[in-house]
């Protein structure tokens, strides 16, 4: 592909970019197109450019203010040939096809001499002032670029301008383990407009990537003569530094030039080119270390799929095999089912992206109200989700976080505020809330491994989830966490109630169960009255006065469907304790 070269009146005011085939691009001053910041008389977008098979098609954007300039006139539309350029403002742009073929056929150097990265920092500019000036720019230069490609022009930029004597230059790669590989440009740029191709050394690049050292080849090279004698030689000279960092590994930029007619020795040679390679280093380094810090922000956004925030905060500068050690500690589990998933499976069999949707836009609901909270999202079992809090770190309020995100669960699925048409709508949740000590971290086997809770907690959480159902009750807690809740929670953030002491199926200890309720203000259909009734009657079915726990339900509304657990229970034994009634209700089934 040819190359469109813009140059303004400013030498460091310039930019090179390939023009990809067939497609449009935009030239002016907005940032998002291709950028001409320096030149007050391009419009914000200027011009429309497209290369079609041998020519690159410009054409004026009704919405610029000044002309384009092809062959000394003005023109709305124009085609361009390799060679030839247009003018807008104080900005020439030139369409070239020279390309940057990297050769392994060039002359043997002169001289050749190496310098370690530990050399070229002991060394101190000798025109230290212009050269901070230009490398004072490289943070913007770096922050500015809205890709990678932009990024490597503007650098080449800014060496082009930073090195008096260079003629050209070449961010290159070459794979070090595969040395029959072909060495790649990525980008290139030449002080001088020329059809000629760039001709890198092979031999060179190689000798710095092979080497990890900055590498300074020099040549005599014939200069032209217009008089017809014998051209006195150049001081022709290239150099390579590699670009530091575990992702640019092989990357190296390569620099040549001239000093003009002289006689020159390699050491005074090498003298003139220790700022030029020291300032390039600078910059190989500074393009070094931005791609690896986008590399560790790609990670981390990868991880964070995979990582809680605030798992990824504790790995921050810390071991990871130390902070995801399983460790044993007090914890609080949620864990949340949906609820109506099997019915929807049924009715949407010709539609299972459909659902998959809606199922995944639950979880995601559930798994950004535990996040909100500060939890670590510890497993997905089908359509339920799991989370826990107080690891990696202690949180002395773990019980009170997963309060509110049990809450917050429960308001986004209520189907008060859903329409029909609503992905969440029809589908409802159990939520168990359990608190203990459990061990967390890296739990798994030697070949696969998850960040996760285990322990008996983690069972009473999921057995409290399941009970959901039979208590007819959104949100139940153990004792534990409703104890801690109770010292802790206002009435107008949460509510509890004592539901029951039951006997899970399958499991040899009774539980005493409680119920997480939102405010009064929030959930008016059960006000602070009805709750007191509700455990007038559960002291009253404790011990064994039936009928009196009967009275005290019929003041419960009759919306709340826990009550009628309870009833039905009673009612069951004809209102008369069993002869060996201790308080404990058997669960025939989880």
Known sequence: ????????????????????????????????????????????????????????????????????????????????????????????????????????????????????????????????????????????????????????????????????????????????????????????????????????????????????ESVIHCWDSPAGSTTGAAPAPEAAWAFCTLVPGEVNRGWAIYVTGRFGQRRWTAADLTADLQDDLKFTEVVALTLGNTRQARLLERRQASLAQFFSPVVLDALAGHDPDQVLAPCQTEVSVLFCDLRGFARHSEHSSDDLFGLLQRVSGALGVMTRCILEQGGVVGDFHGDAAMGFWGWPLAQPDAVQRACRAALAIRAEFSGETRGTADPLADFRIGIGLASGSAVAGKIGTADQVKVTVFGPVVNRAARLESMTKQLHAPILLDRATAKALRETISPDEARLRRVAIVQPYGIDVPLEVHELLPPAAQYPQLPDEAIRWYEQALDALLEGRWREALLALHRVPAEDQVKDFLTVFIARHDRVPPADWDGVISLSSK
């Open 1 to 212: 592909m040819p190359d469109l070269i813009a140059q303004g009146t400013a030498a460091e005011h310039r930019w090179r970019r390939t023009l990809p085939r067939d497609q449009t691009c935009i030239l002016g001053r907005d940032p998002d197109v291709w950028y001409v910041p320096w030149d007050p008389w391009i419009s914000q977008q200027h011009a429309e450019l497209c290369w079609r098979g041998d020519r690159l098609e410009v054409r004026r954007l009704p919405q610029s203010r000044n002309p384009i300039f092809f062959r000394g006139q003005q023109r709305e539309h124009l085609n361009l040939r390799p060679g030839e350029h247009f003018v807008i403002g104080e900005t020439t742009f030139s369409l070239t096809s020279g390309r940057a073929r990297v050769s392994g056929h060039l002359p043997q150097p002169l001289t050749e001499q190496t310098f370690t990265a530990e050399q070229l920092q002991a060394l101190r500019f000798r025109d230290a002032d212009q050269r901070i000036e230009f490398l004072s720019r490289i943070p913007a230069i770096i922050t500015g670029a809205s890709s990678e490609a932009e990024m490597f022009m503007r650098l080449a930029n800014t060496l082009l301008s930073g090195i008096p004597h260079c003629d050209a230059l070449a961010l290159v790669c070459a794979d070090p383990d595969a040395p029959q590989q072909p060495v790649r440009v990525l980008h290139w740029d030449r002080r001088q407009i020329s059809e000629e191709d760039f001709q890198p050394s092979e031999s060179l690049i190689r000798r710095a990537i092979r080497t990890g």
